[in-house]
T-cell receptor
Framework: GEDVEQSLFLSVREGDSSVINCTYT??????LYWYKQEPGAGLQLLTY?????DMKQDQRLTVLLNKKDKHLSLRIADTQTGDSAIYFC??????????FGSGTRLQVQP | ETGVTQTPRHLVMGMTNKKSLKCEQH?????MYWYKQSAKKPLELMFV???????ENNSVPSRFSPECPNSSHLFLHLHTLQPEDSALYLC??????????????FGPGTRLTVL
């Protein structure tokens, strides 16, 4: 089955760019997602990318997809303290469900 | 603002208790999901319902029993749980449960502690 992996922790300074990385194993995944989870809250969909795209930009968020290496990244420009959260990468396995990574905790220092 | 609500937000129960988690979606969706989020594992899918019919059961122990009486409500009935079942239980809904661009919207979760 699909396996999705992420690094566990990232710390950046306010105003810097953050890059969160993710790798997946199932090359047939058609959609890849980034979710954000703030303390005490559920998951909020940030963005997703279709597998035939290399890049998608949405305001401060840029998603890069390297399908050959099965590598996905989320870049947050001008990171703010409000961006501190856990970020989950997820892959659509076509089974009506998503396979999630373990999440990357982003800490933004003032 | 999330259109998926879950109650209770926190629950503490003994191993011999019976309790139920409730999820309600106000988005007019046809599919609903239960996920388990524990400290040591990635988010795990438990059950999927589409048009009130269970379409996915991800090898979940029988001490977890889902119920979907209509497309807006989803329950998870709990009985004789184990301490390792302590986790955050997340409910989600989507338009039709087909994946792809069928975006899943999550509730805030119920934090369950089994003593």
């Amino acid at each position: 089955g699909e396996d999705v992996e992420q690094s566990l922790f990232l710390s950046v300074r306010e105003g810097d760019s953050s890059v969160i990385n993710c790798t997946y194993t199932d090359s047939s995944s058609t959609y890849l997602y980034w979710y954000k989870q703030e303390p005490g809250a559920g998951l909020q969909l940030l963005t997703y990318i279709f597998s035939n795209m290399d890049m998608k930009q949405d305001q401060r968020l840029t998603v890069l997809l390297n399908k050959k290496d099965k590598h996905l990244s989320l870049r947050i420009a001008d990171t703010q303290t409000g961006d501190s959260a856990i970020y989950f990468c997820a892959a659509d396995t076509g089974r009506r469900a998503l396979t999630f990574g373990s999440g990357t905790r982003l800490q933004v220092q003032p | 603002e999330t259109g998926v609500t879950q109650t209770p937000r926190h629950l503490v129960m003994g191993m011999t208790n019976k309790k139920s988690l409730k999820c309600e979606q106000h988005l007019g969706h046809n599919a609903m999901y239960w996920y388990k989020q524990s400290a040591k594992k990635p988010l795990e899918l438990m059950f999927v319902y589409s048009l009130e019919e269970r379409v996915e059961n991800n090898s979940v122990p029988s001490r977890f029993s889902p119920e979907c009486p209509n497309s807006s409500h989803l329950f998870l009935h709990l009985h004789t749980l184990q301490p390792e079942d302590s986790a955050l239980y997340l409910c989600a809904s989507s338009q039709d449960g087909t994946g792809g661009t069928d975006t899943q919207y999550f509730g805030p979760g119920t934090r369950l502690t089994v003593l």
